[in-house]
């Protein structure tokens, strides 16, 4: 097949569709691939249209040029695809991880993620919660049926503040295009973020680290080109035992990570919203305990009622998620 004959091009190295398995068996695709179906399927579930309305960083800004969860997902899955046809792998997996890594994402960004994870006694990541969306919630509980690759990439997409390589290589994604996603995320959130405080005017040009100016660059666009193409260069001589980067350039994208968290995260007037927020989704969750069946969906059986619940104010927008605090909170009169 043409299809099989385009995937033999790739590096050895790299994943192939015609190896992949699904949960479920199914017909395979004259015209795709299995990564491009699970790529397609992602980008049409209702949960990829939903980011558009949620949080990065910045809550309900004014601008119409800040980040959503949306648009740093494509803003990742552009890197990443530009860092797996230089090291020639395959670009098709690649993007439906970087489409989906997201897609388990709370309203509010983390501060929403912080407060899912206090309600509950079986805690609540992202990353897993993405892969919960895509294997038991999307398409009325049956789930898109991806493949073990792309799942895989999804549930191990994230770092936080931990270290961009772990310790443990069971920590890493399974295929180079699930590290390549991994380490795009941070590439694109850290560059982004940095962008978007700028415009918000929370930092200014010379609050960035010195250093990091001098090795990566002064603009948005010269520190990605500087750290793709030292990504890109590293792994080729590390002959892709993994998806890597020098010393000097991790430690200059730490040190902006770090930079972010102390002056744009943790910021004071974030730490108000993180109250704020906390009191409109602890509202929620204790509203819908009390009358689930007028809200939760009936699926995933035979999931308790409570992690259902997690799964509704997850899947919601910031707006539906405000509009829903107002409804229970307000006078009928007043909204």
């Given at each position: 097949m043409q299809l099989e004959r385009n995937e033999e091009r790739l590096d050895p190295r790299a994943a192939r569709s015609t190896r992949s398995h699904k949960q479920r068996a199914e017909k395979k695709s004259p015209v795709r691939t299995e990564f491009q179906r699970d790529r397609d399927r992602i980008l049409h579930s209702k949960s990829f249209r939903r980011l558009k309305h949620k949080t990065q960083v910045f809550i309900a800004p004014e601008g119409d040029h800040f980040r959503t969860r949306l648009t740093h997902t494509l803003e990742v899955s552009q890197i990443a695809r530009t860092i797996a046809r230089a090291l020639n792998m395959n670009e098709d997996l690649t993007e439906a991880i970087a489409l989906g890594h997201d897609i388990g994402h709370t309203p509010f960004g983390h501060i929403g993620e912080k407060v899912m994870n206090?309600?509950?006694?079986?805690?609540?990541?992202h990353s897993e919660q993405?892969?919960?969306?895509v294997d038991r919630i999307e398409y009325h509980g049956k789930g898109l049926n991806l493949t073990d690759e792309v799942r895989n990439g999804i549930l191990f997409h994230s770092k936080g503040m931990g270290p961009i390589y772990p310790k443990e290589i069971s920590k890493l994604p399974d295929t180079l295009e699930g590290q390549i996603v991994r380490i795009s995320d941070l590439i694109a959130y850290v560059n982004h973020?940095?962008?978007d405080a700028l415009r918000a005017g929370v930092?200014?040009?010379?609050d960035i680290p010195v250093s990091s100016q001098r090795v990566l660059g002064k603009t948005f666009a010269k520190r990605i080109d500087t750290i793709v193409i030292d990504v890109i260069n590293r792994s080729m001589e590390n002959n892709l035992k993994t998806i890597f980067m020098s010393e000097e350039i991790q430690n200059e994208l730490i040190s902006l990570r770090e930079f972010l968290y102390h002056r744009v995260y943790w910021r004071k007037e974030t730490r108000e919203s993180r109250d704020k927020i906390r009191k409109i989704l602890v509202t929620i969750f204790e509203e819908i305990?009390?009358?689930p069946e007028k809200y939760v969906n009936p699926f995933p059986e035979p999931d308790p009622i409570e992690k259902r619940i997690i799964d509704?104010?997850?899947g919601m927008t910031d707006r539906y998620?405000?509009?829903?605090?107002k409804k229970i909170s307000l006078p009928i009169y007043i909204w």
């Open positions: 206090d309600l509950t006694d079986f805690g609540f990541k993405s892969l919960r969306v973020d940095i962008d930092i200014i040009e010379k305990k009390k009358q509704f104010i997850a998620a405000l509009n829903l605090y």
